[in-house]
Structures are given as structure tokens and as C-alpha cells.
């Protein structure tokens, strides 16, 4: 088992960055795919991006792509996502997720644990 804590979201204008941690505690950090996923009010939570265990594969939602950007450190057993030309409706509760899974996915289904979320908010 894995327990998951989000940081670093918060208020920023349009065309802003925030950079997300999640910091990863329990079971080897580094034996789990690792995905970011989001949720705004009234919405679907959405997959936004996610990485292999070793952070070499990449995936992303088309929305996002160019703009942000998913690594991990498997020494300090944390996972980020840096957000760059941040937009409106970008804004959302951001969730990180640990799948056992070798295989990485874009589907939450696929994700076992998740942390308990950091809000983002975009102003126009």
C-alpha cells in the first residue's frame, strides 16, 4: 500500500505556472505507475498525465500538451507536474494516483490509491 499527499496548488492569473508535488509514502515508490488526474465542479475526474516507473514514458491529455510536463524522483519518492501557460479552465482539484499496474494507463479504473487532492485556480 501506498499513501499519497498533494502540494503546491493554489490561485494564479492566466498565463502562470504552479509546479504540483505528491509525495509518496508506504511501499516502494518506484514500483508503481504514476498518473496526475483532475477534477472541476460538476465534471468527470479527467486523466491529465502519467508516467512509466521509471518516468521515461510520458502521456498526456491533449489539452495539456506542451504546456505541462509529469517526472518523478524515485530517490525522494515524489511525483510533479509543472504547469506552464495556465488557462481558466485549467482550473480544478488535481489528484495523484499510484497504479501497481506495469502498464500505464489513462484510465482511473486502472489507478489503486489516490491522494486527497490540491486545488488549482485560474484567474482570467
Known amino acids: 500500500q501506498v499513501q499519497l499527499v498533494e502540494s503546491g496548488g493554489g490561485l494564479v492569473q492566466a498565463g502562470g505556472s504552479l509546479r504540483l508535488s505528491c509525495a509518496a509514502s508506504?511501499?516502494?515508490?518506484?514500483?508503481?505507475?504514476m498518473g496526475w488526474f483532475r477534477q472541476a465542479p460538476g465534471k468527470e475526474r479527467e486523466f491529465v498525465a502519467a508516467?512509466?516507473?521509471?518516468?521515461?514514458?510520458?502521456y498526456y491529455t491533449d489539452s495539456v500538451k506542451g504546456r505541462f510536463a509529469i517526472s518523478r524522483d524515485n530517490a525522494k519518492n515524489t511525483l510533479y507536474l509543472q504547469m506552464n501557460s495556465l488557462k481558466p479552465e485549467d482550473t480544478a482539484v488535481y489528484y495523484c494516483?499510484?497504479?501497481?499496474?506495469?502498464?500505464?494507463?489513462?484510465?482511473?479504473?486502472?489507478?489503486?490509491?489516490w491522494g486527497q487532492g490540491t486545488q488549482v485556480t485560474v484567474s482570467s
Open positions: 508516467n512509466d516507473r521509471n518516468g521515461l514514458l510520458k
Open positions: 494516483a499510484a497504479g501497481a499496474s506495469s502498464v500505464v494507463f489513462t484510465s482511473k479504473a486502472q489507478y489503486d490509491y
Open positions: 508506504g511501499r516502494t515508490f518506484s514500483s508503481y505507475v
